[in-house]
């Protein structure tokens, strides 16, 4: 059995040709990565499907649930095809815009999606291959748009578009995407992540297409998603600030605030995050990270984020362990700083009237003052779990649960070391029980004291009403 880990924010590595073959994903595992995403952006079902059985054997061999998160492509905007390949652009430069997969000029730029056309307006701003050149709307017609060059350079085939602070009328789930999704949940993933989710109707298509049989991730990437952040907190399970499309969509300044406005509102919900894109982005190349990079996940951690995530650095990159292992060292040494400690826990945050609230809220304050060496929450949907992790507790937070895709979901949240045990059926049992998994998993020791919460009657989910304060020993 793989011990706990000693820190609490969790690692999330993209696999790619960088981490395979299977010994190579388990020195990403040894290295401390917790989580791996598959990006369906990239590569065939073939190479997905041989990834996520080196997971699962990397999984069975060390004992201990490892999620999986299938991340959807989502739609892509993007420019047509030019006579050369790609079109000089210079400042100043008028430009037509119009409904086409083909240009047959230098100074039209084709659109194969009519809907984009449809709801730019005068002094709207496009940006193009990821911000490397903007236009800026003169004028609009029926199929046709004039744009002045702002920022110049060259524009290839297929380059991509975003415009800031428009909505599209489209769908987050392209075909390829409901492709992959099948794929993905015949596959047993445990997180489905959605791209270019907008608005709270996105969620929803995504929940009646997966009915349950993974969760759902929403990378807010668009503004229009930080315009309905509440309710797309409320209806996805986990969170991420995919800062890719989103520093291309707001300006360079807004990022870091709209980072933690994200986790922030996550924290009051009680929904995990992850913070992703670019954080030890110069280590796709270099054996290091820049001071910067270094700061950058230090400030995600010090936010309290659940989980931080490598991407091209682990999935194409030439240092993919070496990124794990420096990303688990910084996380490390922020929360070895006591005022990591003085910042994460926030009585500002909303707390819901529920039991299983009120028991989670109480838990995190009767270890602290007891000097508690873990809390340990029975568990059958991860919810009771989840909500003592949310009070960020000092001590050891384990999830002992009968369902194996709750213990793989749980292992992405913060603090969180999920277990598979079987329900129990009588208090006696529980202590027991608590006994016996805090030697195992925690280490404890005869006299430490723990915290153990659980619904009465036992295993019938959504019950928990019950804490109770023992010694290792007393059962």
Known sequence: MTPIRPRNCKIVATLGPASDPLERIKSLFDAGADAFRINFSHGEHSEHKRRIENVRSIEADVGRPIPIIADLQGPKIRVGQFPDGEVNLDVGQIVELEVSDRSHSANTIPIPHPEL?????????????????????VATSKNKVTAKVDI?????????????????????????DRTDLAFALESEVDYVALSFVQRAEDIREA?????????????????????????????????????????????????????????????????????????????????????AEASDVATAVYQGADAVMLSAE???????????????????????????????????????TTLADAISHSAR???????????????????????????????????LTPNLKTARQ?????????????DITSFQEMVGRADSISRQEAGLKEGDLVIVTAGIPFGRPGTTNTLKIMSIGES
């Open 152 to 176: 110049g350079g060259t524009l290839g085939d297929r380059k991509g578009i975003n415009i800031p602070g428009r909505s599209l009328p489209i769908s987050s789930i392209t075909d390829k």
């Open 117 to 137: 056309l449809d709801v730019v307006q005068p002094n709207d701003v496009l940006r193009l291959d990821d911000g490397r050149l903007q236009l800026t709307i």
């Open 314 to 352: 682990s999935a194409v990159g030439r240092h993919p362990q070496t990124a794990v292992a420096i990303m688990d060292r910084l996380i490390g040494a922020v929360e070895d700083d006591p005022g990591h400690w003085s910042g994460l826990f926030d009585r500002s945050q909303r707390t819901e």
């Open 207 to 291: 929940q009646a297409l997966i009915d349950g049989r993974a969760a759902i991730l929403a990378k807010i990437e668009k503004p229009a998603a930080l315009d309905n952040l509440d309710e797309i907190i409320d209806l996805a399970d986990v969170i991420m600030v995919a800062r890719g499309d989103l520093g291309v969509e707001l300006s360079l300044e807004q990022v870091p605030i709209a980072q933690r406005r994200i986790i922030k509102r996550c924290r009051d919900a009680g929904k995990p995050v992850i913070v992703a894109t670019q954080m030890l982005e110069s280590m796709i190349a270099a054996p290091a990270p820049t001071r």
């Open 365 to 399: 304050d009767i270890a602290q003052l007891l000097d508690c060496q873990a809390i340990l929450a029975f568990t059958n949907s991860g919810s009771t779990a989840i909500r003592v992790s949310r009070e960020r507790p000092h001590c050891k937070v384990l999830g």
């Open 410 to 422: 749980l292992s992405l949240v913060w603090g969180l070391h999920s277990v598979v045990t079987d």
